[in-house]
Nanobody
Framework: EVQLVESGGGLVQAGGSLRLSCAASGFTFDDYAIGWFRQAPGKEREGVICINNVDGITHYADSAKGRFTISSDNAKNTVYLEMNSLKPEDTAVYYC?????????????????????WGQGTQVTVSS
């Protein structure tokens, strides 16, 4: 059974940092891309950042550049999202997802429709 379990969310003040984790199981982690997405109340889900575990290539949405970092520990089947200089507009439920086309693609994308499996999400709230 494929599982993606996010953790690490919480309440933080503006300017603070959080590290989210995405623990994966039930598929060949090294062959997939893992992406982080977020959805704020009343808004569509948007892609934030991704990493292709096949070759380590990453892709950052504009909202993540300069503040967020993604990393992958293939030995632990876990992907991390390090978020710094958080802003109130970063408040959202953060989801990780797995994309099976990574092995052929050679890159990763933050397009939601590309992803096959999704976690349940973790809430991040940034207070002003």
């Amino acid at each position: 059974e494929v599982q993606l379990v996010e953790s690490g969310g919480g309440l933080v003040q503006a300017g603070g940092s959080l590290r989210l984790s995405c623990a994966a199981s039930g598929f060949t982690f090294d062959d997939y891309a893992i992406g982080w997405f977020r959805q704020a109340p009343g808004k569509e889900r948007e892609g934030v950042i991704c990493i292709n575990n096949v070759d380590g290539i990453t892709h950052y949405a504009d909202s993540a550049k300069g503040r967020f970092t993604i990393s992958s520990d293939n030995a632990k089947n876990t992907v991390y999202l390090e978020m710094n200089s958080l802003k109130p507009e970063d408040t959202a439920v953060y989801y990780c997802a797995a994309d099976s086309t990574a092995k052929l693609a050679g890159w990763c994308t933050v397009v939601t429709g590309t992803y096959d499996y999704w976690g349940q999400g973790t809430q991040v709230t940034v207070s002003s």
